[in-house]
């Protein structure tokens, strides 16, 4: 499962620049989430939700089989199949399957685990963290590949007089007059 393609990615941005704003940051101090993440003590949103459905679906499973929630939940985590093909993008039932896949949970597994509330907890507990760490790895593996992309130095347009490297031409011409003065 690539940790980039997680279930609620787009909800991170609100939740980062809200820490932002908290800690008086802006884009130029060039500070990266993990480390906002640091200095505020707080977690990823994608794993507080994933967290809170976690725990939401195992409580639906230790109800009552004839609640309606249950079998709803229960029975389309078995079948996994929609009836209209031109429906819904993606259900609950769809969403929880990744979150397992993410939290590395076995789906065939899961009312045995949840059965027992302790024992869920702690599956859900060491499955965020695995969570967790991969996030973050992906997330700094992500930097650094974005950053050695933007060391590559364009020498097309150098200064005759002392070597410097310009970005565009009107830059060099921008340079030249440095020289005449």
Same mark, same amino acid.
């Given at each position: ?18 820490? #932002? ?6 884009? $130029? ?21 994933? #967290?809170?459905?976690?725990? $939401? ?6 109800? #009552?089989? *004839? ?7 229960? %029975? ?17 039932? &769809? ?20 059965? &027992? ?9 060491? %499955? ?12 700094? *593996? ?18 005759? &007089? @002392?070597?410097?490297? @310009?970005?565009?031409?009107? %830059? ?10």
């Amino acid at each position: 499962m690539d940790i980039i393609s997680s279930p609620h990615k787009s909800h991170g941005v609100f939740h980062i620049s809200s820490l #932002q704003r908290i800690l008086e940051l802006h884009w $130029w101090h060039k500070v990266t989430r993990t480390e906002i993440r640091r200095r505020t003590s707080s977690k990823p949103l994608e794993l507080m939700l994933m #967290q809170r459905q976690l725990r $939401w679906t195992g409580h639906v499973i230790r109800t #009552q089989s *004839n609640r309606l929630p249950r079998r709803i939940l229960y %029975g389309e985590l078995l079948s996994g199949r929609r009836h209209h093909p031109g429906g819904q993008k993606q259900r609950f039932s &769809d969403n929880m399957k990744l979150i397992l896949k993410c939290c590395h949970i076995p789906s065939e597994q899961l009312e045995a685990l949840a059965s &027992d509330r302790q024992m869920w907890r702690d599956t859900c507990d060491s %499955g965020l963290a695995t969570f967790l760490a991969e996030y973050e790895s992906a997330a700094e *593996n992500r930097r650094v590949r974005r950053h050695q992309a933007t060391t590559v130095i364009f020498s097309g347009y150098r200064c005759p &007089d @002392c070597n410097r490297s @310009c970005a565009s031409a009107i %830059g060099l011409y921008s340079h030249r007059h440095t020289h005449r003065q």
